[in-house]
């Protein structure tokens, strides 16, 4: 294992401490529990915003930590859910006394950690919800859920959902919003090579030099099947097929296109998938009123990409146009 480490068991907590000396202006950083939060809050009579899970998936999600999304993240160890101390630890910071959305992905162990943190944060009188994302399409159940895995789609719903909040909507709106969400959203993605996790120290699974593996989860967790390597317009068509037929997605509708790394995996790589997807949806009458292409919800190191889809109106365009500002995304302000 090479990586850019001291003690494996020090990675977050270091990173962390780095992420603050980087952004000093956005965010605020505390190691024990770790939290990552926006350096303005609480903001008074807005609701607020709380996410989290496993590390190893940078930028997600303190690098959405900041106006017009996240108002704060809880940053488990790598690949481990965060606890529930450390949710209610985010939510004391940002709460701004008009309640608390909190955004799952659906893990088994995040759905469970933040539902007890859930009844420790109404014991303390602030209102809140709680919202569970489920847009990977490749497994009805996986190693690690009981029903589909919150994936990369988590990243749309942070910030349409972010900029409702940051513009005043109350809690039933920004609970609403995010359950539309949800229900317009999917995604699938595939693994070229495995991460290595720095506390293990090898490969989480093995694949030969010739073969990927379609439908991973965000930790390698396996998919719909291994098949040996193949072209670019192939691989893009098996990934963005199921996708639209999922919803499904038909002629006529506007979309969001999401093509995410899984860490490993360069921008031309990145690029060059894009276009091929975008030039698919074309053929099938779906229209791209929106892209967003970039490593936003990574696996470490791991070679591989996800194709992310979701079904826009007027209302959920606004949002996504909406300024934002935080580490790893920010337009108009």
């Known amino acids: ?18 992420m603050a000396l980087a952004h000093p202006d956005l965010l605020a950083v505390q190691p024990d529990p770790a939290v990552v939060w926006r350096a303005d809050a609480p903001v008074r009579g807005k609701v607020a915003l709380v996410s989290g899970g496993g ?8 690098g959405f930590v900041g106006a017009g999304m996240l108002d704060a993240a809880c940053p488990g160890a790598v690949f481990t859910s965060p606890t529930p101390d450390q949710v209610q630890a985010a939510v004391a910071k940002v709460d701004g006394g008009a309640g608390v959305l909190l955004i799952v992905k659906n893990y088994t162990g995040d759905v469970l950690n933040f539902e007890t943190a859930a009844e420790l ?5 602030i209102e809140v919800r709680t919202v569970v994302i489920d847009d990977d399409v490749a497994v009805k159940d996986s190693l690690y859920t009981a029903g589909r895995r919150g994936v990369a789609g988590t ?15 109350d809690l039933d709106r920004c609970e609403a919003l995010a359950r539309k969400v949800v229900a317009g959203v999917r995604s699938l993605g595939l693994a070229l090579t495995a991460c290595t996790v720095p506390h293990v120290g090898q490969p989480s699974f093995d694949l030969a030099d010739d073969e990927y593996e379609l439908g991973i989860g965000i930790h390698g967790e396996p ?23 999922d919803l499904p997605f038909a002629s006529g509708d506007k979309v969001l296109l999401f093509t995410n790394s899984m ?3 360069p921008l031309v790589e990145l ?31 791991m070679q591989g990409m996800s194709l992310t889809l979701l079904k826009l109106d007027d209302e959920l365009t606004e949002l996504w146009d909406a300024p934002v500002r935080t580490a790893a995304l920010r337009w108009g302000m």
């Open 121 to 125: 944060i109404a014991m303390d009188d």
């Open 55 to 62: 590390s190893g998936h940078e930028p997600m999600h303190g």
């Open 155 to 169: 990243v749309l719903l942070e910030k349409i959902v972010g900029a409702a909040a940051e513009q005043g909507a």
């Open 223 to 245: 998919g719909r099947e291994r098949r040996t390597m193949e072209p670019a317009d192939v691989l893009v068509r098996r990934l963005i097929e199921p996708v639209v037929e």
């Open 263 to 265: 860490g490993g995996t």
């Open 1 to 18: 294992m090479k990586k850019i480490i001291n003690d494996p068991a020090a990675v977050v907590e270091e990173a962390l401490r780095g």
């Open 271 to 301: 690029y060059l998938a894009h276009g091929i997807a975008e030039k698919l949806l074309a053929e099938r009458g779906i229209v791209v009123e929106r892209r967003l292409v970039g490593p936003y919800v990574t696996s470490l190191e």
